[in-house]
């Protein structure tokens, strides 16, 4: 046997891979421990984990001679198995992705953009989705359905939260009732001059405790509500899946639909006349 391919170099290789295979399992065994140790804990154990695999392979590169690709490309699959497994538990329920803040994420203009066959949305009055005049038109064109309305769950613009709000945020009182009442009359426009299959409903709760974006019956984009600091698009965004071959009740798209269909069902419907008019 060469050098390249003797004992030692064989031997090297096994041993290193038998550490740092070792390393990976305790950390996937101590995943919960380390959860419960420090927010922080998950993000060391994550920069332990690519420390390892960088040295693992420059020790590699030193001791494996001509085996060097072999034990690498092991090494790699190794690291590369484990991420899939730390990332299949997010996928396995729904959530394929999120974003720190809305807009570095998916936000209001692209959203609309991916919009293709049906939309149903639950926020306070779509102001971010109508003040983007073009795409919002665009949007409700191609879902348009004879059979199949886009849905429009809303707050009604005497809403008593949106005038404390408006304090809140050293607002006029009746600023985000006004912006409500503005949403209205860009929907209103393409339901009564171009017939669009577009409903409305007003929910029956003080304020929803999400924000919902159903993109054609297979992403739901959720987010929440801090009223009187920025516009809104500062805060968290999951991305939820529908789950195209489990059963519904394994992703989390599931409750988010079922509590969009109770506010739905309970709502009072618009007539795409009242509120318009200023209070």
Same mark, same amino acid.
């Given at each position: ?28 065994? +101590? ?41 690498? +490309? ?206």
């Amino acid at each position: 046997m060469s050098d390249e391919f003797s004992f030692w170099s064989i031997a090297a290789g096994v041993l290193i891979h038998a550490v740092y295979d070792g390393l990976l399992i305790t950390v996937a065994l +101590s995943r919960k421990w380390i959860d419960r140790v420090h927010p922080a804990a998950r993000k060391l154990a994550l920069a332990i984990t690519i420390a390892a695999t960088l040295a693992g392979n420059v020790l590699l590169f030193y001791l494996t001679g001509r085996l060097f690709p072999v034990f690498s +490309s092991i090494l790699l699959l190794t690291a590369l198995l484990m991420l899939w497994y730390q990332l299949q538990q997010f996928w396995d329920v729904g959530l394929i992705g999120a974003d720190k803040t809305i807009r570095d994420g998916i936000d209001c203009v692209r959203s609309l953009n991916m919009c293709q066959n049906s939309l149903s949305f639950l926020g306070v009055g779509a102001r971010k989705l109508t003040e983007h005049a073009a795409e919002f038109e665009k949007a409700m064109q191609r879902c348009n359905r004879p059979n199949r309305p886009i849905r429009l769950l809303l707050c009604k613009p005497q809403a008593e939260f949106l005038q404390t709000a408006a304090k809140n945020a050293n607002l006029p009182s009746d600023e985000y009732a006004l912006r409500v009442q503005a949403s209205l009359r860009e929907i209103a426009k393409y339901r009564n001059r171009r017939d669009w299959n577009i409903e409305v409903r007003f929910y029956d709760v003080e304020l929803p405790l999400f924000r919902l974006m159903f993109i054609d019956d297979w992403l739901c984009l959720v987010s929440h509500y801090v009223f009187g600091e920025g516009d809104g698009s500062e805060w968290p965004q999951l991305h939820v899946r529908r789950s195209a071959t489990e059963r519904d009740v394994h992703s989390l798209y599931h409750p988010f639909e079922q509590y969009f269909g109770e506010l739905w069902a309970r709502a009072e419907v618009w007539d795409f006349k009242k509120y318009i008019e200023a209070p």
